[in-house]
Every structure is written in structure tokens, then in C-alpha cells.
């Protein structure tokens, strides 16, 4: 399967995500069974994307970015469906995702190619962000700091790239530091 066909399928799925979380008026039998099976229809999706990242050897692919935005946005969803803890750490898996790739990304290139970096990147990088400033809030652990260092740093170097990494850098700088 193809990038952007890939590219096409998670760009779907994240439509069906959006819909569903203004949807109140459904049952919540209803709404629990869709939410479960856009968790399962996520979950194949990876394993497809995955299986082509090893065939095509993608450093980062814009389907696997789109992908990881729509696991956190479904994640996010403020529905009885998904418990607090599971949102949590869903939403903390990809963050932890993101600053690794990260972290891979800038040991790798001296200066970093920011020509691989897809703008699909950037939503994905932003809840990464967000999800790390939020846990030092909480805790104020070091390591904690340490990741919203690097991601602010990929961030500076995607800038080059896309100039709205430094917009999401922003938002965020201005919700935590002020």
C-alpha cells in the first residue's frame, strides 16, 4: 500500500474521530461501540503503516504522524467510554513516541535534514509538547524538563521547514510560562 493511500485512509479516520466527539446524541451503547472500533481501526492501521516502514525504510511518514494525532485526539475525547487512565496513557505512549523520534532526529543530522519532517508532524509534536509541559506542572521531575527542552528544539529546527511549528511552540510557551 502506497503513502498517500495510507495517508488517505488515516485522513479518514481522523474525519470519523472528529464526528464522533460533538456526537452526544447517540446512546452511549452506541458511542462505546464506535469508539472501540476506531480504537481496533486504529490499531490495524499502525500494524499496516508499520509493515510499510519496514519495507520502504520511512524515517517518519505523514500517515504514522496523522495517525498518532488522531490516537490522541480520540484519547482526548471527554466520553465515558475511554477511563481517565487509559487517556492518560495513551496520550502519554505517543508523546513518549514523538520525543524518541525526536531525540533520533536530532542525534542523526549535524545540522538536522529538516526536509524529512512532514507538516503532519506538527499536531503531533504539538500534543507531544503539551502532554510534557503538563507532567511538569504535576510533578516538576527532570526528566520532565529535559524532554520539553528537546521537543522545543525539533521544534526550532522543523521551524526552518514549516513555519508553524514556531506557532505551536508559542501557544504553548504562553499557556504554561505565563
Not at 38 to 45: D, S
Not at 144 to 155: G, K, M, S, V
Request: proline residues 4%; charged residues 20%; glycine residues 4%.
Amino acid at each position: 500500500m502506497g503513502n498517500f493511500r495510507l495517508l488517505v485512509l488515516v485522513s479518514h479516520l481522523l474525519g470519523q474521530v472528529i464526528r464522533i466527539k460533538p456526537d452526544l446524541e447517540a446512546s452511549p451503547a452506541a458511542h462505546h461501540e464506535t469508539v472501540q472500533q476506531l480504537h481496533r481501526t486504529i490499531a490495524a492501521l499502525e500494524n499496516v503503516i508499520e509493515e510499510e516502514a519496514q519495507v520502504q525504510i520511512m524515517l517518519v511518514s505523514g500517515a504514522r504522524s496523522l495517525l498518532n494525532s488522531t490516537r490522541i485526539l480520540l484519547a482526548s475525547s471527554s466520553t465515558p467510554s475511554i477511563p481517565t487512565t487509559d487517556s492518560r496513557s495513551v496520550t502519554a505512549a505517543a508523546a513518549t513516541l514523538f520525543l524518541t523520534r525526536s531525540r533520533a532526529f536530532l542525534s542523526r543530522q549535524q545540522p538536522p535534514n529538516v526536509d524529512l519532517a512532514s507538516p503532519f508532524l506538527l499536531s503531533w509534536g504539538h500534543s507531544a509538547l503539551d502532554h510534557f509541559y503538563q507532567a511538569y506542572a504535576r510533578s516538576g521531575r527532570e526528566e520532565d524538563r529535559c524532554a520539553i527542552e528537546d521537543l522545543e528544539e525539533t521544534f526550532h529546527c522543523v521551524e526552518r521547514r514549516w513555519r508553524l511549528a514556531g506557532v505551536y511552540t508559542e501557544i504553548i510557551f504562553r499557556r504554561y510560562v505565563q
